[in-house]
């Protein structure tokens, strides 16, 4: 489940992402009220098998059964503050009414790792990539989108607004690129070609780690034309630990 909103008095109205029908949402009626059979299920991230009735404007969730819960996820706050920015850019890129399963396979992947093997700085870098992908708007990373020349070592740059890398000579040439390591290059070209296991072995030191996530977060927001909310909530996380501003992120269990 990517996101929950409360409506009306007591319901939910709750936003999917499913293997076959893609996104979409549904009213869950009375799920705030603490006799509801069905609220305890529908926690964002949760995997869940729903049962569905056509509503008036949205379908209506008539029964619910949780697959996954992804305990040890929740029981961290980074972990929990990564899974929400995944479900928060998925809700943005990935359009309604739409079969897209490889976006389906990515999250559910990315929120199995989290819950098993903690935070990894790949995981979001590689779900920002594919998701970019899977929208239609993966960058170009062979070939200078101004002039076509194939890139490779020396100076590089990428463009947001060109979407992809452009050579030495051209880069230059544009207002609004900014330069792109070799290292750089090397790890996006890595997670457009492997899959999920296999980019998880990808070791990132911090500044490679710091210029991925400045990349591509430039190119989702000149895509979605905003930034993601929860984006300023990891950075709050990530100052906090730097200046040792809380001593552990675990949220007790109640």
Known sequence: MLRSLSVMEAD????????TAGKLRATVRGARRVTSRLGGHLDVFNRVSLNLTKGRTFDLVTGAETIEAFAELKRDLHRIALALYLMELADAIVPEDAPHPNAYR???????SLNESGSNPVIPRYVELRLLEEAGYMPE???CVACDAEVGAGQLWYGPELGGVLCGACGGQQGKAFTLSVDALKALRFFAGYGFADALRLRLEPALEEELEALLSVALQHVLERGMASSGFLDHLRRLRTDGGYISSTVARP
């Open 141 to 143: 990373l062979r070939r």
């Open 106 to 112: 990515l999250l559910l992947e990315s929120l199995r």
């Open 12 to 19: 939910r109205l709750v936003t999917l992402l499913t293997p």
